[in-house]
């Protein structure tokens, strides 16, 4: 790639190429419509009816959830990337792993917050040591620790990260269920199925504007990784 | 016979009224007195739930805007970083 084909690659500024792929193509639209939905949500919550006991604080349910969705989205991203990187090399792979493990911290740090906050109100306690929010706890120091080996870690930092994005992608079920096989303040897997179908709605569509911001992201974020490889690659030829 | 049972049964259940009652009332909550606004509740009892739902979804968009905003400034990096590449490759060529 030369400078030229930088400078006309568009706002994405990371073509791979002269000619912008069907993706490239897409993600202006795709882009929009992610924006739009994301930014309407907060109107289709203010819609949902309250919930008996919690009232108002319990409308954090409607970001807190989607967050925890999108992470458990990412990290199957990270896992099963980290996997085929570290079993038959794909660097590629290795590009949607450290994507994937980055965008785990962030909805996972999304989760965290809105849910303390939402804990404050509702149970009276900022944090509780419990199972459930152990558990995400560790999960989330285990990516960031993942980001920093990929950071810090010099040659050879991309299989150990590898293994650390299986492993905490292994831990993602455990979480989910703990609140059912563990006694926790953290409500049971089965509250979502009772939803009400007035509240069913504006989940789904919180949700679904999650889980585009999160391709949106997660697609923005590889560009950027494929582009510093090839940087990586052109300046050890230049070199050489 | 039965008639004597009955009646019997029906002077105890009277007899055990007041008592019933009595333990109702025991259990009973006092009654309100007045309205108390939330302002003039001591602060510790004070928490309103607008705060917490503007901060958890203030967090959110920000977290989301500020990641955007990393990803746009390591794109600006990596293509000044490969600008550099091309001037100083371009000697040689």
Redesign the interface.
């Known amino acids: 790639?030369?400078?030229r084909s930088?400078s006309e690659s568009g706002s994405?500024?990371?073509s791979v190429g002269n000619a912008a792929s069907p993706s490239e193509q897409l993600f202006t639209p795709f882009a929009i419509v992610a924006a739009l939905v994301f930014a309407a949500a907060?109107v289709v919550i203010a819609e949902a009816p309250y919930e008996s006991t919690m009232?108002?604080?319990q409308?954090?349910f409607y970001?807190?959830v989607p967050?925890w969705i999108a992470l458990t989205a990412a990290l199957s991203v990270c896992g099963a990337a980290s996997a085929l990187y570290l079993f038959r090399g794909s660097v590629l792979a290795d590009h949607f792993a450290v994507a994937g493990a980055e965008l785990a911290a962030?909805f996972g740090?999304?989760g965290l917050?809105?849910g303390s906050?939402?804990a404050?109100?509702a149970w009276g306690v900022w944090w509780e040591w419990d199972a459930k929010l152990t558990m995400t706890l560790m999960l989330e120091l285990v990516l960031v620790g993942y980001l920093l080996v990929r950071k810090y870690g010099g040659p050879g930092a991309e299989r150990l990260a590898a293994g650390m994005g299986i492993f905490g992608t292994v831990t993602a079920p455990f979480i989910y269920k703990s609140v059912d096989w563990w006694r926790t303040i953290h409500p049971k897997t089965s509250v979502i199925p009772t939803l009400e179908p007035s509240m069913y709605g504006p989940l789904l569509f919180c949700a679904v504007a999650f889980a585009l911001?999160f391709a949106l992201?997660l697609a923005?974020?590889v560009d950027?990784e494929i582009?510093?490889a090839r940087?990586d690659r052109?300046?050890l030829e230049?070199e050489g | 016979m039965v008639r004597r049972a009955f009646g019997i049964g029906v002077v105890l259940l009277l007899a055990a009224l007041p008592v019933l009652a009595g333990q109702s009332v025991g259990q009973a909550p006092p009654g309100q007195e007045g309205y108390v606004p939330i302002s003039q509740l001591p602060p510790s009892q004070q928490l309103p739930a607008a705060p917490f739902l503007i901060a958890a979804y203030a967090f959110i968009w920000v977290a989301l805007v500020a990641y955007l905003w990393s990803i746009w400034r390591r794109m600006g990096t990596l293509k000044h970083d490969m600008e550099i590449l091309e001037r100083r490759s371009l000697p040689r060529k």
């Open positions: 790639m030369n400078s930088w994405r500024g990371l907060p009232l108002l604080i409308k954090i970001f807190h967050s962030l740090a999304c917050v809105s906050l939402w404050r109100k911001l992201l923005l974020r950027l582009a510093r940087l052109l300046f230049n």
